[in-house]
C-alpha cells in the first residue's frame, strides 16, 4: 500500500509520524494533508536508511538540490560530495540528473548514501541508453522507457520528473505560439523529438496507466514535469504552458484513483508580476497537489547569478502558495556546477523557502528570526553564528576581520548603535 492509500483507510504510517514530530503538525491532520492529495511523503519502500520527508499545504517549504553527471564530466566521488554538501547545507531532497557514463551504478551509489528523498528523470537514462545501443533518440521505444523507470523504481528512487502532460494537442499550441525560447526542458526535448519523429502521441501520456501501476507496487511519488515550462520572461504563462498544466490536472486525478502520490512541476522563468498568477493557476487546476517549482527565475540576463534570480522567484512563489523550490546554482546555464556551486545553489534556495515561510505565518520560521534579534541585541556573537543559516560562512567573515572590542564587529568598532544607547534604553 502506498501512503496515500494508507491514509485514505485511516492509517498513520511511522512515515508520518515522523514528519508530523518534524514539522511540529498533529499527525491525525498530517494523515489527512496525505489522504486528500494536499501532501506527499516521497518514500519509496525499497529506500533504506531514508529520513521521510512530506512536502505540501501546511509544512516548511522544502527545497531540492540537483546534482548529477553530464556526458562531458562524470566523476562519481565529485556527485557524491555534491551529495554530502546538499544535505550538509539543509536540502531536503535531491535528485540524480545523471546522463555521463554509469548511470545505474551512480545512481545506486547516491541512493545508498543519502538519508534524503531521491529523485531521478528516467527519460535520461532511457535515450542515452538508446543512443549508445541504437545510434539516435528516434529509436526509443516505449518498453525501453518503462523498463528503465522500473529499474529505477527497483533501486528505489522516491520520486521522478514524468512529463506526462506534453501531449501532441499541447505541442499544436507550443507549433503556433512562436516562442523565443521554445523547449528548455531536456526530457520535453526528448519527447518532442521522439513524438515529431514518429507523430505519434508521448508515450508516457498515453500508457499512464502502465507508469501508475510501477508508482503504486513502489510507492514511487510522481512529480509530474512541464516538458513546455518557459525557458525565457517572453514565454511565460502562454498557452502551451497553461495547457499542459490543464492535462497535469486531469493526470493528478487519474494518479489519485490509483492511490499514488502526486507533485506537480511549474515553471521556469517568470517575470515577478505574473508568478502569484502561476501558482493560484496550478492550485487551481491541479486540485491542490504539492508545487513544484523550478526557480523560478525573475530575469533571463542573471547569468552567474542565477541563483539570485532563482530565490527571489522562489521567495514570491513560497509566499503565493509554492510547496518546494528546486534551487539554481551561480553555473545555471554556463556548465555543470561543482561542488561549492551547489552549496551556494541549496543555502540560497534555503533562505528563499524560510522567508515564504515567515510569510506564511509559520511560527518556528518567524520564531527562529526571533531569536536571532534578540542575539544581535544581546551582542551574543555565538548565538548569532549559530542561528544563521550558514553558520560556517558567517563564522568565516567574523574571524576575517576581528574587532578590538570583543563584544561589537568592526563595522562599527567603538560606535557600535546597539552598544551605544543599550545602557540608555535599557535602563
Ligand atoms: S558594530 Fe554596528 S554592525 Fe556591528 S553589531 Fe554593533 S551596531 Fe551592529
Request: proline content about 4%; overall charge negative.
Amino acid at each position: 500500500m502506498t501512503q496515500l492509500e494508507k491514509a485514505r483507510t485511516g492509517v498513520i504510517t511511522p512515515e508520518m509520524e515522523i514528519v508530523a514530530e518534524k514539522e511540529h503538525v498533529d499527525a491525525v491532520w498530517l494523515r489527512d494533508q496525505v489522504a486528500n492529495g494536499r501532501v506527499v511523503i516521497s518514500a519509496n519502500r525499497r529506500h533504506s536508511g531514508l529520513e521521510p520527508c512530506g512536502i505540501g499545504e501546511g509544512l516548511f517549504i522544502k527545497v531540492n538540490s540537483n546534482i548529477g553527471t553530464s556526458s562531458d564530466r562524470a566523476i562519481l566521488d565529485e556527485e557524491l560530495e555534491k551529495l554530502k554538501v546538499s544535505i550538509d547545507a539543509g536540502a531536503d531532497t535531491v535528485m540524480d540528473l545523471s546522463t555521463g557514463e554509469e548511470i545505474d551504478l551512480t545512481r545506486r551509489t547516491i541512493l545508498k548514501n543519502s538519508t534524503i528523498p531521491v529523485g531521478t528523470v528516467p527519460i535520461y537514462q532511457a535515450v542515452v541508453e538508446t543512443v549508445e545501443e541504437a545510434g539516435g533518440l528516434v529509436h526509443l521505444t516505449v518498453d525501453k522507457i518503462f523498463e528503465v523507470i522500473e529499474r529505477q523504481a527497483e533501486d528505489g528512487v522516491d520520486f521522478i520528473t514524468v512529463h506526462c502532460g506534453l501531449t501532441r494537442a499541447a505541442l499544436r499550441m507550443l507549433q503556433t505560439e512562436r516562442r523565443v525560447t521554445d523547449i528548455v526542458s531536456r526530457g520535453g526535448a526528448f519527447l518532442t523529438t521522439w513524438m515529431l519523429h514518429h507523430d505519434k502521441e508521448n508515450p508516457l501520456y498515453e500508457h499512464y496507466d502502465r507508469l501508475l501501476s510501477i508508482a503504486r507496487k513502489y510507492d514511487v511519488t510522481l512529480s509530474l514535469g512541464d516538458g513546455l515550462r518557459p525557458g525565457c520572461l517572453a514565454d511565460a504563462t502562454d498557452r502551451a504552458q497553461i495547457h499542459e498544466l490543464m492535462t497535469l490536472g486531469h493526470l493528478t486525478q487519474l494518479a489519485w484513483e490509483q492511490d499514488v502520490q502526486v507533485m506537480i512541476e511549474g515553471p521556469g522563468h517568470v517575470p515577478l508580476n505574473q508568478i502569484e498568477t502561476n501558482v493560484i493557476l496550478q492550485k487551481r487546476l491541479c486540485h491542490h497537489a504539492p508545487f513544484y517549482v523550478l526557480g523560478p527565475l525573475v530575469t533571463d540576463i542573471a547569468a552567474g547569478y542565477d541563483h539570485v534570480a532563482c530565490a527571489i522567484g522562489g521567495a514570491v512563489a513560497g509566499a503565493a502558495g509554492a510547496d518546494f523550490l528546486c534551487y539554481v546554482t551561480p553555473a545555471e546555464h554556463l556548465s555543470l556546477p561543482g561542488v561549492e556551486d551547489v552549496r551556494e545553489g541549496v543555502v540560497v534556495t534555503k533562505i528563499a523557502a524560510h522567508a515564504a515561510d515567515i510569510a506564511r505565518g509559520n511560527k518556528m520560521a518567524l520564531e527562529r528570526d526571533r531569536n536571532m534579534s534578540l542575539a544581535r541585541k544581546k551582542l551574543d556573537w555565538e548565538t548569532q553564528l549559530k542561528l544563521a543559516i550558514d553558520p560556517e560562512k558567517a563564522r568565516r567573515y567574523r574571524e576575517k576581520r576581528p574587532p578590538t572590542e570583543d563584544d561589537v564587529c568592526t563595522m562599527c568598532g567603538k560606535y557600535c548603535a546597539i552598544k551605544t544607547v543599550r545602557e540608555y534604553l535599557d535602563g
